[in-house]
């Protein structure tokens, strides 16, 4: 079974800081994507970064990037310069082509940025 | 263009009771996803459609749960018998296809709370 940890429920970041979400996963696949998600209050998944196993390059989308480690199975969120919307809860997920892409999905890290 | 809208955004009906929640995908997308987030915890798949056929339902809990596509664009889930453990919100999410290229793009979920 696949599995996706977030050790970290809820983690706190100034304003114009920088904050980083933990995610580790566990897989015997090798074709597979890990996804970052951030839900808002109004309940609205949104896609905010996604990285594809077999690129080594870690992806990165403005002032969102991933640390991926792939024999350590780790995939890290770094959020520069916190603004006060980033306030949601972050998922980490992961899917696999074999499986019809269906995510499988962390328990969530909540983060809060304060003024 | 529109997104995936799911109706009602809230249900709340008696234990026993049957419910329907429906999910318009974003028009020509062929796979449809359903997801279950209990509160506090990340989703977690239900069951997915290629085009009109159930391509994996292992995330269904029971028997008391069903869900169909009959023309391969809206999807309906329905929930028979309910009980308060059905308590959560589901969402559906729907993608041009299933290759690890093809992004999920989620609805605002329906929140179903069973007294």
């Known amino acids: 079974a696949q599995t996706v940890t977030q050790s970290q429920p809820e983690m706190s970041v100034q304003e114009a800081e920088t904050v980083t979400l933990s995610c580790t996963y566990d897989t015997s696949e090798s074709d597979y994507y890990l996804f970052w998600y951030k839900q808002p209050p109004s309940r609205q998944m949104i896609l905010v970064i996604r990285?594809?196993?077999?690129?080594?390059q870690n992806a990165t989308e403005n002032r969102f990037s991933v640390n991926f480690q792939k024999a350590a199975k780790s995939f890290s969120l770094k959020i520069s310069d916190s603004q006060l919307g980033d306030a949601a809860m972050y998922f980490c997920a992961s899917a696999y082509m074999e499986y019809g892409n269906k995510l499988v999905f962390g328990a969530g890290t909540i983060l809060r940025v304060k003024s | 263009g529109a997104g995936v809208s799911q109706t009602p955004s809230n249900k709340v009906t008696e234990k026993g009771k049957y419910v329907e929640l429906r999910c318009d995908p974003i028009s020509g997308h062929t796979a449809l996803y359903w997801y279950r987030q209990s509160l506090g915890q990340g989703p977690e798949f239900l069951i997915y459609f290629q085009g009109t056929g159930a391509a994996d339902d292992s995330g269904l809990p029971n028997d008391r749960f069903f869900a169909v596509r009959p023309e391969g664009s809206v999807s309906t889930l329905k929930i028979q018998r309910t009980e308060r453990g059905d308590s959560a919100v589901y969402l559906c999410a729907s993608s041009p296809g299933t290759s690890g290229d093809d992004e999920q793009f989620f609805g605002p979920g329906t929140r179903l709370t069973v007294l």
């Open positions: 990285q594809e196993a077999y690129k080594q």
